[in-house]
């Protein structure tokens, strides 16, 4: 993939006490996507999250409390200007190496691309949970047509003037 796209793309990263990690996914993230930006929203929280992604080179918005996942997504989608944007967890539980790939079916007239944690299985989560996922990967199905297996993924790209559609201050 060219590299130039990365400069159309911002990596929104969440984070709520992540000082173990967050360098390191910021480095991860930088080597896989150059020239990417990458913002760092710091959910509220009481560790050194801030200080570690500000002098790991992202550029880092801080909550004063935390406010939750939902809220640093939405504080990612406010404040980024580039034409695609990629959410990815602090701790690398996903691997940033499929931000290429989920970017190139983005940019193929896609608007919006889903990791898959379970390589299109779902084996080790709680039945409860698998449930949950089920259902709304269904619901998924039925607005869009479109087959997802992991809806809750913390990872994926959109493209960034579908996101303007939405009025964040309703949800």
Not at 82 to 93: R, V
Not at 106 to 115: F, K, L, N, P
Request: hydrophobic share 40%; proline share 4%.
């Amino acid at each position: 993939m060219p590299d130039k796209i990365f400069d159309k793309l911002t990596i929104v990263i969440p984070a709520y006490n992540e000082e173990s990690s967050i360098a390191e996914t910021i480095e991860t993230v930088r080597k896989i996507c150059p020239g990417s930006k990458i913002l760092v929203v710091d959910d509220g929280s009481k560790d050194k999250t801030y200080e570690k992604a500000k002098r790991a080179g992202a550029a880092v918005i801080a909550h004063p409390k935390n406010r939750g996942y939902g809220a640093a997504l939405k504080t990612g989608f406010r404040n980024a200007s580039t034409d695609y944007m990629a959410f990815i967890d602090a701790d690398l539980t996903y691997d940033p190496a499929i931000i290429p790939i989920l970017l190139k079916t983005v940019t193929d007239e896609v608007d919006c691309a889903w990791g898959n944690r379970f390589g299109g299985k779902i084996n080790q989560m709680p039945r409860i949970r698998k449930i949950g996922n089920r259902i709304i990967s269904i619901i998924f199905f039925m607005a869009t047509f479109k087959k997802v297996v992991d809806c809750s993924s913390g990872e994926r790209v959109l493209r960034r003037s579908v996101l303007r559609k939405i009025d964040f201050d309703q949800l």
